[in-house]
């Protein structure tokens, strides 16, 4: 009787421990259906996916795209190439997680989901309650309207006096709408979808969206078009004594650059007493220059010097032109992480790794991407 309970349990025993080696070798399903390894384990990103060329909802898996968790359908756009560059720079599954604009720090913060690649921008407001990593786009703001309106020629913000003009729920795009004197500002919208229809429909004049958002509606209808407050400005380094510089004049005696063949080269004539350099033919080589102290500074529109200044801390854009006046965080995007998370270091890491130029060519093919509803 002894052996044979003896011999019962060996069985049990032995019938427990295959199975657990059984289920050990085999890959965890996540919420989405995807599949990830417990060596690994998930970053869930949480994004509208409606937020187009940073991100949007498609029927398959073109272009890149990844399946959402808990749905038929795929998200694809700038963002979701950024978050596969860094989800397989930590070694993790990537699944992404669909949800309202509203909802994405409140879900971050209550650990729905890891962290935030939704075209956000690192405002000091939002930096109370998450972190962010470094910068992976810079842009600048700019004005879609109809073909043919009235404000089609607009020089200047100013111009839009009188205007109906509306942006973004709860972004600084919807913020400085208040520059423009005399504008009708209009409630706020869900999306910029729902921006697109309303401008068709002559609700509206005109909203502010980023450069991308422009070129998209442009691309999508051949109604829209958008102004560009192409404002020139000088990009400086800090610490510099041309740091506080108001006016041209301020950079007397200074040596400045800009591109070859173009009008911003031919501005610095109008700097009294400068000492004009030889013309360069790309930005990265005047970037290299100023951070190199063989140039004190170089003429550039107002989209080169928001970006110069997003990737590195060391400058500064000086404006001298009639666009919005927004810090640099409100027309930049960042990844927002919980406080405290011991992968900022190596997210920034990954992002250091992608050139600007890279950034450039995803952000061109998102564009063109980009389904035409959206």
């Known amino acids: 009787m002894k052996r044979k309970w003896l011999l019962f349990m060996l069985t049990v025993m032995t019938a427990i421990m295959l199975a657990a080696c059984g289920t050990s070798d085999k890959k965890e399903e996540t919420a989405g259906g995807s599949a990830t390894t417990k060596e690994g384990g998930e970053l869930r990103i949480g994004m509208e996916a409606g937020y187009p060329p940073f991100n949007w909802t498609q029927q398959d898996d073109s272009n890149g795209a990844v399946k959402i968790a808990d749905n038929a359908e795929y998200a694809g756009g700038y963002d979701i190439q950024m978050a596969k560059k860094i989800a397989e720079g930590l070694g993790k599954e990537l699944v992404i997680v669909k949800m309202e604009w509203d909802g994405l720090v409140p879900a971050l ?80 919208m869900e999306s910029f979808p729902a921006m697109r229809v309303a401008l068709e429909a002559g609700k509206i004049d005109g909203y502010v969206a980023e450069r991308p958002e422009g070129i998209s509606a442009q691309a ?87 970006s110069a200044q997003g990737v590195n801390d060391n400058f500064k854009f000086i404006s001298f032109g009639k666009g919005f006046d927004t810090d640099i965080a409100n027309t930049s995007i960042a990844v927002g992480i919980r406080k405290g998370d011991t992968n900022l270091e190596k997210i920034n890491g990954i992002l250091k790794g992608i050139s600007e130029d890279d950034r450039q060519k995803i952000m061109e093919e998102a564009i063109l991407q980009q389904p035409a509803a959206q």
């Not at 690649?117 to 109809?146: C, H, L, Q």
């Not at 009008?263 to 033919?281: H, R």
């Open 109 to 188: 913060q209550s650990k729905k989901i890891d962290a935030i690649i939704a075209g956000m921008s690192p405002t000091e407001n939002r930096k109370k309650t998450i972190d962010f990593t470094e910068n992976y786009y810079t842009s600048d703001f700019v004005m879609v309207i109809k073909k043919g309106s009235k404000y089609e020629s607009a020089e200047s913000i100013q111009d839009f006096s009188g205007a109906k003009i509306t942006s973004q729920l709860n972004t600084s795009n919807y913020d400085v709408i208040d520059q423009i004197q005399g504008v009708k500002k209009q409630t706020a």
């Open 220 to 306: 999508a209808n051949d109604k829209f078009t958008f102004v560009s407050f192409e404002d020139f400005g000088i990009i400086v380094k800090k610490g510099s004594k041309y740091e506080d510089a108001t006016s041209m004049q301020d950079f007397s005696g200074a040596n400045v650059t800009a591109q070859l063949n173009t009008s911003n080269y031919d501005v610095i004539d109008q700097f009294d007493g400068v000492n004009k350099q030889t013309a360069m033919e790309s930005f990265s080589a005047m970037r290299e220059a100023l951070e190199a102290g063989e140039i004190d500074a170089y003429v550039a529109p107002r989209s080169e010097g928001m």
